[in-house]
């Protein structure tokens, strides 16, 4: 398909942690196996242990170079996004209450507005108190 972008690097850290899993069965198994006082299982073990770590560091350098490294937040996106999220009604809830701060994520998110706006409109406290209340801010914008 013109213009995909096969997410391989992901796909390979993924591959890792299903490796480590297996690796950790093994130990674990290892770990049971230690009969008459005898770490017969010993190098199992270890070899396990250590291509784990090996590959976990690996996987989050490349991980790392390749996926994270240059990557700049869209802070006018992530903005919008906390304002639009729902679960701030739970900042508002100790000074309004469940039930009220319930019935304002209930009608933001059938208007598909924000919680600032419904609960501006419905007036439940000063704009300047609501907007430090939902965000944590003085400067009244989401802080990320």
Do not use: W
């Not at 998110?109 to 419904?118: A, F, K, L, N």
């Amino acid at each position: 398909m013109p213009g995909k972008i096969n997410p391989v690097i992901p796909e390979s850290v993924i591959q890792v942690g299903v490796q480590v899993m297996g690796n950790d069965t093994v130990i674990g198994v290892c770990g049971q196996k230690a009969n008459l006082e005898l770490c017969t299982m010993f190098p199992l073990l270890a070899y396990n242990l250590l291509q784990s770590a090996e590959i976990l560091a690996n996987g989050a350098d490349l991980f790392a170079r390749g996926c994270i490294r240059g990557i700049t937040p869209n802070r006018e996106r992530c903005e919008d996004n906390i304002r639009r999220n729902l679960s701030l009604v739970t900042n508002l809830v100790p000074h309004i209450g469940y039930d009220r701060g319930a019935a304002i994520a209930a009608k933001a998110h059938e208007q598909g507005r924000t919680i600032e706006e419904v609960a501006r409109e419905e007036m439940v406290m000063p704009e300047d108190e609501l907007r430090r209340i939902l965000y944590g801010d003085s400067r009244n914008e989401p802080n990320i």
